[in-house]
Structures are given as C-alpha cells and as structure tokens.
C-alpha cells in the first residue's frame, strides 16, 4: 500500500465534499474489514484493492461513488444492485453511506473476494 498516495486522494475526494469522503471511508473500511491480506493502491483513478489478485475497486465520481467488480459479471446477483452490460465489469453506485447496508455491499464484496482468492 502507498499511503502517501492514498492520503492525497482522499484529500482530493474531500474536496468533493465531507459527505462524499465519508461515503468513500465508510466504503474502504468495509471493503479492508474483509481480510488483513487485502492490499491498496491508488490506480486508474482511484482505490483499488487486491487479494491473491484485484477483486474492485472504489472510484468517485461527481454524482456518486462506484464500487467496481473487475469480474462483476461473474458475481450471482441476488439483490438485482449490479449495474453494467459489458462483458466483465460490473458495479454498484452509492449516493449515501446508508447505501453500503441498502445495496447489500457486504455480500457481494464477500463474493468477489472469494472468487479472487479461491485455488
């Protein structure tokens, strides 16, 4: 992890406003809450996070914030939350930190980190 960078970016999401910087915290501790082995890096414009291997991302946008599924595509979709018709990528996006609890994040964080770290 490069905290350096990770700190300036935060920094750059608080300009966006307090709310938008609580969102994108509240968001990374429950993605970090999933495994001490997960891994940070500031890429492609914003955090991405890994296991064995990348399993999403959090990227904030003027309107919302996105948590994005590299192989989202694959993730059974139970709340019907997904969003994205490509062929891989899908993501969820979050307006408010009570999103993270009515968008069912926790699971399918869950999902896509065991799909990166299976054998």
Do not use: W
Not at 49 to 71: M, R
């Amino acid at each position: 992890m490069n905290s350096a960078r990770i700190t300036k970016y935060l920094e750059d999401v608080r300009l966006l406003g307090e709310d938008r910087l609580k969102l994108v915290l509240a968001l990374r501790a429950e993605v970090l809450s999933l495994n001490d082995s997960i891994s940070e890096e500031i890429k492609y414009g914003g955090i991405l996070f890994a296991a064995d291997q990348a399993f999403c991302g959090i990227f904030s946008y003027s309107k919302h914030v996105s948590l994005e599924f590299g192989e989202g595509a694959s993730l059974p979709d139970r709340h019907q939350v997904l969003e994205g018709a490509g062929k891989l990528r899908r993501h969820i996006k979050l307006m408010s930190p009570e999103d993270i609890s009515n968008k069912h994040v926790h699971e399918y964080l869950e999902l896509a980190f065991n799909a990166a770290t299976k054998p």
